[in-house]
């Protein structure tokens, strides 16, 4: 997966800007917002592959640390942790599984 990070995608530089992506996204666009499938890699190395809607993470996602090991997988509700998920530790050690409500763990 190495490869991954050196992804360069072919959505205008000014879009991926205006949305926070600033490197690269591959996937279905309306509006020129990210909204379907689609996956994108941010400046910092985290990659999100999910859903999207109004350019927004929403619906089933996995967003991956910069080292590339999976850092949430769940689901998203405007931009936001939402519902069930499972986030872990750098490490790939499990960290909460659970509901989430507005981006926290509801313990």
Do not use: C
């Not at 069930?84 to 509801?106: C, H, I, M, R």
């Amino acid at each position: 997966m190495d490869d991954m990070k050196q992804y360069k995608g072919s959505t205008k530089k000014e879009v991926l800007q205006k949305h926070g992506l600033s490197i690269a996204y591959d996937g279905d666009l309306d509006a020129g917002k990210p909204h379907g499938k689609g996956k994108a890699y941010f400046k910092d190395g985290r990659i999100y592959d999910g859903e999207w809607k109004d350019g927004k993470f929403e619906g089933h996602g996995l967003l991956y640390y910069g080292n590339l090991t999976l850092w949430y997988e769940g689901e998203w509700k405007n931009g936001k942790r939402e519902g069930f998920g499972k986030s872990y530790y750098e490490d790939g050690t499990l960290a909460f599984e659970g509901q989430w409500k507005d981006g926290k763990p509801v313990k």
